[in-house]
């Protein structure tokens, strides 16, 4: 761990904004700060979102995209960036473009947990042209894996097919079927590779509203401490999602499926972990 007083590592993060702070900017930027990097963020959509639905997107045109990037790359020593809603194909080229062949977690949002589209066909495409091939790591979940291929399949098929567009690959699931619900399973595949499975408990809660981002977030700012060991990096950002769903599991915030915590467990009065 890199001590308080020490220049920590930048974590960039590429995403739209969730007014209720569930998911988006505001996953990551906590994330970040929770893990000991400093986040820095270019915004491309502003969503008006709460945690029962996305009610309005209005996009960032883009070249202020481009001009939020040209003045966190040009001044910032950049480890690790991630992206989540980009919410347009040309603003996926651009990323490819700008930090394609570095330390860069792709999550592919393309449908919120409530069920709203913030990429269409066209964004997937544009995914799997130019940002997989080029990013160190993809984050999607079952149904962002089989939209980006374009046919659906078990997981750790999906997993093992987008791994050949060149980068490595966690498909991430919510409670697995087989275990009524006991356990999840994230599938890792990495270029040419069998997909592994990555299994872990699940917990009976509603509140995860932002798990995909915090899990990319933390995945990433994993990367930026130690660039060197992607594996350990997902078990400990799938540990860090965990335990952050811990903490959220009773709470009551809003109408809808609530949000994942984005509390630092130290802030948290009453409850130790
Ligand atoms: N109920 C749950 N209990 C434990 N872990 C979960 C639960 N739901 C999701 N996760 C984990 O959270 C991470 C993010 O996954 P997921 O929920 O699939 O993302 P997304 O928000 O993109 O759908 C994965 O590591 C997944 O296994
Ligand atoms: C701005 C923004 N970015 C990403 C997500 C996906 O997060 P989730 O899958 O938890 O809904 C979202 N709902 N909103």
Not at 29 to 41: E, M, V
Request: glycine share 12%; net charge negative.
């Amino acid at each position: 761990m890199t001590p308080a007083h020490a220049t920590p590592p930048v974590v960039l993060s590429i995403a739209g904004t969730d007014s209720g702070g569930a998911a988006g900017a505001a996953a990551d930027l906590t994330t970040f700060a929770a893990l000991g990097t400093h986040g820095a963020c270019v915004i491309t959509a502003v969503t008006a979102q709460d945690t029962t639905g996305v009610r309005d997107v209005h996009p960032v045109p883009l070249a202020s995209v481009a001009a939020q990037l040209d003045a966190v790359l040009e001044d910032l020593p950049v480890a690790a960036a991630k992206t989540g809603m980009l919410g347009s194909a040309e603003v996926v080229r651009l990323v490819a473009e700008r930090l394609g062949g570095g330390r860069l977690v792709v999550d592919p949002v393309l449908v919120a947990t409530s069920g709203a589209v913030l990429g269409g066909a066209d964004v997937a495409r544009a995914y799997v042209e130019h940002l997989l091939p080029v990013a160190a790591v993809a984050t999607p979940n079952a149904d962002e894996a089989a939209a980006l291929l374009g046919r659906d399949g078990p997981p750790c098929d999906l997993a093992a097919a987008l791994a050949d567009l060149g980068c490595a690959v966690v498909v991430t699931g919510g409670p697995d079927a087989d275990t009524a619900g006991e356990t999840c399973t994230d599938w890792l595949a990495l270029p040419g590779r069998a997909a592994r499975a990555l299994r872990h408990p699940a917990l009976a809660t509603t509140n995860d509203h932002g798990t995909g981002c915090t899990f990319s977030a933390a995945l990433a700012a994993g990367l930026a401490h130690d660039p060197g060991d992607l594996e350990a990096a997902v078990a400990r950002a799938g540990a860090h999602t965990l335990a952050a769903l811990h903490r959220s599991r009773h709470w009551q915030l809003g109408r809808g499926r609530g949000p994942v915590a984005h509390t630092t467990p130290d802030q948290t009065q009453g409850d130790p972990r």
